[in-house]
Protein backbone atom coordinates (compact mmCIF):
# COMPACT_ATOMS: atom_id res chain seq x y z
CA UNK A 1 0.00 0.00 0.00
CA UNK A 2 1.44 3.78 -0.96
CA UNK A 3 0.54 6.88 1.42
CA UNK A 4 -2.28 6.87 3.69
CA UNK A 5 -4.31 9.65 1.72
CA UNK A 6 -6.18 12.09 4.34
CA UNK A 7 -9.15 13.76 2.79
CA UNK A 8 -9.49 17.63 4.59
CA UNK A 9 -11.58 20.56 3.77
CA UNK A 10 -9.28 23.42 2.73
CA UNK A 11 -9.96 25.84 5.61
CA UNK A 12 -7.76 26.90 8.35
CA UNK A 13 -9.64 24.89 10.89
CA UNK A 14 -10.32 21.90 8.81
CA UNK A 15 -6.78 21.51 8.27
CA UNK A 16 -5.77 21.81 11.39
CA UNK A 17 -8.01 19.11 12.88
CA UNK A 18 -6.55 16.70 9.89
CA UNK A 19 -2.89 17.36 11.17
CA UNK A 20 -3.88 16.32 14.38
CA UNK A 21 -5.21 12.81 13.45
CA UNK A 22 -2.03 12.60 11.25
CA UNK A 23 0.03 13.57 14.70
CA UNK A 24 -1.49 11.15 16.76
CA UNK A 25 -1.06 8.24 13.63
CA UNK A 26 2.27 8.99 13.62
CA UNK A 27 2.71 8.55 17.28
CA UNK A 28 1.55 5.42 17.00
CA UNK A 29 3.56 4.70 13.43
CA UNK A 30 6.21 6.54 13.26
CA UNK A 31 6.70 5.34 9.73
CA UNK A 32 3.62 5.46 8.25
CA UNK A 33 3.44 7.35 5.20
CA UNK A 34 0.54 9.78 4.81
CA UNK A 35 -0.63 11.97 2.16
CA UNK A 36 -2.77 15.04 2.83
CA UNK A 37 -5.38 15.99 -0.03
CA UNK A 38 -7.06 19.05 0.05
CA UNK A 39 -11.10 19.06 -1.56
CA UNK A 40 -13.49 22.14 -1.73
CA UNK A 41 -16.96 21.50 -0.31
CA UNK A 42 -20.14 22.87 -1.38
CA UNK A 43 -20.31 25.16 1.99
CA UNK A 44 -16.79 26.26 1.08
CA UNK A 45 -17.43 27.46 -2.10
CA UNK A 46 -21.12 28.95 -1.40
CA UNK A 47 -20.54 30.84 1.64
CA UNK A 48 -23.60 33.26 1.33
CA UNK A 49 -25.73 30.44 1.10
CA UNK A 50 -28.00 30.60 4.18
CA UNK A 51 -27.14 27.20 6.85
CA UNK A 52 -30.89 26.73 6.97
CA UNK A 53 -30.54 26.19 3.20
CA UNK A 54 -27.99 23.47 3.71
CA UNK A 55 -29.63 21.10 6.26
CA UNK A 56 -29.14 17.36 5.37
CA UNK A 57 -27.66 17.41 2.34
CA UNK A 58 -23.67 17.45 3.62
CA UNK A 59 -22.71 20.46 2.50
CA UNK A 60 -19.39 20.38 4.04
CA UNK A 61 -19.02 16.87 3.90
CA UNK A 62 -20.17 15.12 0.69
CA UNK A 63 -16.93 16.03 -0.92
CA UNK A 64 -14.89 14.41 1.02
CA UNK A 65 -17.67 11.27 1.17
CA UNK A 66 -17.59 10.67 -2.57
CA UNK A 67 -14.23 11.05 -2.70
CA UNK A 68 -13.48 8.24 -0.08
CA UNK A 69 -16.10 6.18 -2.59
CA UNK A 70 -14.55 6.60 -5.32
CA UNK A 71 -11.09 5.66 -3.55
CA UNK A 72 -9.58 9.65 -4.54
CA UNK A 73 -8.64 9.11 -0.55
CA UNK A 74 -8.89 6.08 1.77
CA UNK A 75 -9.68 8.51 5.39
CA UNK A 76 -11.32 11.68 5.68
CA UNK A 77 -11.12 13.95 9.32
CA UNK A 78 -14.98 15.65 9.53
CA UNK A 79 -16.04 17.74 12.36
CA UNK A 80 -18.31 14.94 13.49
CA UNK A 81 -21.59 17.90 13.64
CA UNK A 82 -21.36 18.29 10.37
CA UNK A 83 -21.89 14.76 9.37
CA UNK A 84 -25.99 14.33 8.44
CA UNK A 85 -27.40 11.86 10.57
CA UNK A 86 -28.04 9.54 7.65
CA UNK A 87 -24.81 8.22 6.41
CA UNK A 88 -23.66 6.04 3.68
CA UNK A 89 -23.89 2.37 4.56
CA UNK A 90 -20.42 1.89 2.78
CA UNK A 91 -18.93 4.46 4.77
CA UNK A 92 -17.69 3.92 8.88
CA UNK A 93 -17.09 6.26 11.58
CA UNK A 94 -13.51 4.36 12.80
CA UNK A 95 -12.46 6.77 15.21
CA UNK A 96 -13.83 9.75 17.54
CA UNK A 97 -10.47 11.31 19.14
CA UNK A 98 -11.21 12.65 22.09
CA UNK A 99 -13.48 15.56 22.53
CA UNK A 100 -12.21 19.01 22.76
CA UNK A 101 -14.84 21.42 24.85
CA UNK A 102 -17.84 21.60 23.53
CA UNK A 103 -18.99 25.18 24.65
CA UNK A 104 -20.06 28.06 22.60
CA UNK A 105 -17.91 31.07 23.40
CA UNK A 106 -18.79 34.99 22.97
CA UNK A 107 -15.67 37.03 21.16
CA UNK A 108 -17.12 40.59 21.86
CA UNK A 109 -15.45 43.88 20.54
CA UNK A 110 -13.30 46.00 23.17
CA UNK A 111 -13.21 42.44 25.73
CA UNK A 112 -16.99 42.75 26.42
CA UNK A 113 -18.59 40.15 28.08
CA UNK A 114 -22.39 39.29 27.19
CA UNK A 115 -23.93 41.02 30.09
CA UNK A 116 -21.90 44.19 29.24
CA UNK A 117 -23.10 44.37 24.92
CA UNK A 118 -25.30 47.23 24.61
CA UNK A 119 -28.66 47.27 24.23
CA UNK A 120 -29.41 46.20 20.39
CA UNK A 121 -25.76 45.54 19.81
CA UNK A 122 -25.16 43.08 16.86
CA UNK A 123 -23.80 39.53 17.32
CA UNK A 124 -23.35 37.31 14.32
CA UNK A 125 -24.15 33.51 14.44
CA UNK A 126 -25.23 31.36 11.45
CA UNK A 127 -27.19 28.90 13.86
CA UNK A 128 -30.90 28.82 15.06
CA UNK A 129 -30.04 27.34 17.80
CA UNK A 130 -27.61 29.97 19.07
CA UNK A 131 -29.90 32.23 18.08
CA UNK A 132 -32.68 31.41 19.94
CA UNK A 133 -31.04 30.82 23.34
CA UNK A 134 -29.63 34.26 22.76
CA UNK A 135 -32.65 35.75 22.59
CA UNK A 136 -34.01 33.98 25.14
CA UNK A 137 -30.81 35.88 27.37
CA UNK A 138 -31.07 38.81 26.05
CA UNK A 139 -34.09 39.94 24.20
CA UNK A 140 -32.38 43.26 23.11
CA UNK A 141 -29.71 41.80 21.31
CA UNK A 142 -29.88 41.70 16.98
CA UNK A 143 -29.30 38.24 15.97
CA UNK A 144 -26.84 38.96 12.56
CA UNK A 145 -26.86 35.48 10.29
CA UNK A 146 -23.49 35.35 9.50
CA UNK A 147 -21.27 32.48 7.22
CA UNK A 148 -17.26 32.34 6.61
CA UNK A 149 -14.69 30.85 8.24
CA UNK A 150 -13.48 31.72 11.83
CA UNK A 151 -10.72 34.28 11.06
CA UNK A 152 -13.44 35.85 8.56
CA UNK A 153 -16.18 36.36 11.25
CA UNK A 154 -13.49 37.51 13.78
CA UNK A 155 -12.51 40.45 11.43
CA UNK A 156 -15.89 41.56 11.71
CA UNK A 157 -16.10 42.22 14.70
CA UNK A 158 -12.87 44.29 14.46
CA UNK A 159 -14.06 45.86 11.93
CA UNK A 160 -17.15 47.63 13.57
CA UNK A 161 -19.55 45.51 11.87
CA UNK A 162 -20.22 43.02 14.15
CA UNK A 163 -20.29 43.87 18.14
CA UNK A 164 -19.63 40.03 18.65
CA UNK A 165 -20.10 36.79 17.73
CA UNK A 166 -20.49 33.31 19.18
CA UNK A 167 -18.43 30.50 17.94
CA UNK A 168 -16.90 27.14 19.07
CA UNK A 169 -14.86 27.25 21.92
CA UNK A 170 -12.74 24.32 20.53
CA UNK A 171 -12.43 25.31 16.97
CA UNK A 172 -11.32 28.94 18.61
CA UNK A 173 -8.80 27.07 20.72
CA UNK A 174 -7.54 24.55 17.56
CA UNK A 175 -6.72 28.10 15.55
CA UNK A 176 -4.99 29.69 18.33
CA UNK A 177 -7.27 32.54 18.75
CA UNK A 178 -8.25 31.94 22.04
CA UNK A 179 -7.06 35.23 22.94
CA UNK A 180 -10.39 36.78 21.30
CA UNK A 181 -12.87 34.89 23.57
CA UNK A 182 -14.44 37.55 26.14
CA UNK A 183 -16.58 34.88 27.96
CA UNK A 184 -17.26 31.02 27.83
CA UNK A 185 -21.14 30.42 28.06
CA UNK A 186 -21.20 27.18 30.87
CA UNK A 187 -23.07 24.18 29.27
CA UNK A 188 -26.04 24.93 32.42
CA UNK A 189 -26.58 28.34 30.21
CA UNK A 190 -26.09 27.49 26.52
CA UNK A 191 -26.29 23.89 25.42
CA UNK A 192 -24.01 23.39 22.38
CA UNK A 193 -24.93 21.78 18.54
CA UNK A 194 -24.76 17.69 19.26
CA UNK A 195 -21.48 16.49 18.47
CA UNK A 196 -19.65 19.81 18.71
CA UNK A 197 -16.55 19.86 19.48
CA UNK A 198 -15.59 16.45 18.39
CA UNK A 199 -13.98 14.97 15.07
CA UNK A 200 -14.89 11.75 12.90
CA UNK A 201 -12.19 10.09 11.53
CA UNK A 202 -14.38 8.43 8.57
CA UNK A 203 -12.87 5.19 5.95
CA UNK A 204 -14.80 3.11 3.71
CA UNK A 205 -16.37 0.04 5.83
CA UNK A 206 -14.46 -2.44 3.22
CA UNK A 207 -11.84 -1.73 4.10
CA UNK A 208 -11.18 -3.87 7.59
CA UNK A 209 -7.49 -3.80 8.20
CA UNK A 210 -6.90 0.30 7.79
CA UNK A 211 -10.64 0.70 9.98
CA UNK A 212 -8.91 -0.92 12.79
CA UNK A 213 -5.45 0.67 12.20
CA UNK A 214 -7.57 3.69 12.92
CA UNK A 215 -9.34 2.22 15.87
CA UNK A 216 -6.42 2.79 17.74
CA UNK A 217 -7.28 6.89 18.13
CA UNK A 218 -10.96 6.31 19.44
CA UNK A 219 -12.26 7.29 22.74
CA UNK A 220 -15.23 4.86 24.11
CA UNK A 221 -16.40 8.10 26.62
CA UNK A 222 -16.33 10.24 23.37
CA UNK A 223 -17.50 7.61 20.92
CA UNK A 224 -20.54 6.80 23.66
CA UNK A 225 -21.31 10.68 24.31
CA UNK A 226 -21.71 11.83 20.73
CA UNK A 227 -23.65 8.41 19.87
CA UNK A 228 -26.22 9.47 22.07
CA UNK A 229 -26.35 13.11 20.58
CA UNK A 230 -26.72 12.15 17.57
CA UNK A 231 -29.08 9.55 18.25
CA UNK A 232 -31.33 12.51 19.77
CA UNK A 233 -31.07 14.54 16.34
CA UNK A 234 -32.03 11.73 14.62
CA UNK A 235 -34.89 10.70 16.43
CA UNK A 236 -36.19 14.52 16.02
CA UNK A 237 -35.51 14.23 11.98
CA UNK A 238 -33.12 17.50 12.97
CA UNK A 239 -29.92 18.61 11.57
CA UNK A 240 -27.97 21.70 11.87
CA UNK A 241 -30.26 24.26 10.44
CA UNK A 242 -32.66 23.36 13.73
CA UNK A 243 -32.61 24.85 17.34
CA UNK A 244 -31.64 21.48 19.03
CA UNK A 245 -29.08 21.64 21.45
CA UNK A 246 -27.40 18.50 23.29
CA UNK A 247 -24.29 17.59 25.61
CA UNK A 248 -23.66 13.90 26.77
CA UNK A 249 -21.70 12.30 29.11
CA UNK A 250 -20.04 9.00 29.36
CA UNK A 251 -18.89 7.60 32.69
CA UNK A 252 -18.41 4.20 33.61
CA UNK A 253 -21.38 2.05 32.39
CA UNK A 254 -24.00 5.19 32.20
CA UNK A 255 -24.83 8.45 29.67
CA UNK A 256 -26.21 11.44 30.58
CA UNK A 257 -28.05 13.53 28.15
CA UNK A 258 -29.11 16.98 28.52
CA UNK A 259 -31.11 18.04 25.62
CA UNK A 260 -33.15 20.90 24.50
CA UNK A 261 -35.20 22.60 21.91
CA UNK A 262 -35.59 25.95 21.77
CA UNK A 263 -38.22 28.48 19.96
CA UNK A 264 -36.61 30.99 17.96
CA UNK A 265 -40.30 33.44 18.69
CA UNK A 266 -38.72 33.60 22.64
CA UNK A 267 -41.09 30.91 23.90
CA UNK A 268 -39.86 28.54 26.74
CA UNK A 269 -37.19 26.14 25.69
CA UNK A 270 -38.70 22.19 25.98
CA UNK A 271 -35.97 20.10 27.75
CA UNK A 272 -34.94 16.91 29.21
CA UNK A 273 -32.22 15.04 30.81
CA UNK A 274 -32.01 10.84 30.92
CA UNK A 275 -29.85 8.56 31.73
CA UNK A 276 -29.04 5.02 30.58
CA UNK A 277 -26.44 2.51 29.75
CA UNK A 278 -27.39 2.37 26.00
CA UNK A 279 -26.51 5.56 24.50
CA UNK A 280 -28.60 5.25 21.47
CA UNK A 281 -31.08 4.64 23.96
CA UNK A 282 -31.02 7.81 26.22
CA UNK A 283 -31.01 9.69 23.03
CA UNK A 284 -33.96 8.38 21.66
CA UNK A 285 -35.62 8.23 25.14
CA UNK A 286 -34.38 12.14 25.41
CA UNK A 287 -36.32 12.64 21.90
CA UNK A 288 -39.83 11.25 23.34
CA UNK A 289 -39.97 13.29 26.61
CA UNK A 290 -38.93 16.71 24.42
CA UNK A 291 -41.88 15.63 21.64
CA UNK A 292 -44.43 14.63 24.90
CA UNK A 293 -43.48 18.21 25.92
CA UNK A 294 -44.25 19.90 22.83
CA UNK A 295 -41.01 20.04 20.92
CA UNK A 296 -42.96 19.13 17.71
CA UNK A 297 -44.83 22.55 17.83
CA UNK A 298 -41.57 24.17 17.59
CA UNK A 299 -39.79 21.39 14.88
CA UNK A 300 -42.64 22.38 12.86
CA UNK A 301 -41.87 25.73 11.88
CA UNK A 302 -38.72 23.81 10.49
CA UNK A 303 -40.82 21.33 7.92
CA UNK A 304 -39.06 19.06 10.44
CA UNK A 305 -41.04 15.11 11.08
CA UNK A 306 -39.49 13.46 14.17
CA UNK A 307 -38.72 9.68 13.45
CA UNK A 308 -40.17 8.34 16.65
CA UNK A 309 -43.62 8.56 17.90
CA UNK A 310 -44.60 11.16 20.73
CA UNK A 311 -45.18 9.44 24.41
CA UNK A 312 -48.46 9.50 25.10
Known sequence: MGALRLGTRASALARWQTAHVVERLRALAPDLAVETVELSSLGDELPEVPIEHMDGVG????????????????????SFKDLPVEGSPDLIVAA???????????????????????????????SARRTAQLRAL??????????????????????????????????????????HITEIFPLSRVLPAPAQGALA???????????RRLGALDDGEARRAIAAERALLHALGGGCSVPVGAHATASGARVALEAAVFDL???????????????????????RRLLAAGAGTILAAFAKQPRVAEER
Do not use: K, M, W, Y
Open 201 to 211: VQARAADVALV
Open 96 to 126: VPPRAPAEDALCGRDRLAFAALPAGARVGTS
Open 59 to 78: FFTSTLERALLSGEIDVAVH
Open 138 to 179: RPDLACVPLRGNVPTRLERVARGELDAVVLARAGLERLGLAA
Open 265 to 287: DGGPAVRARVEAADAARAGIEAA
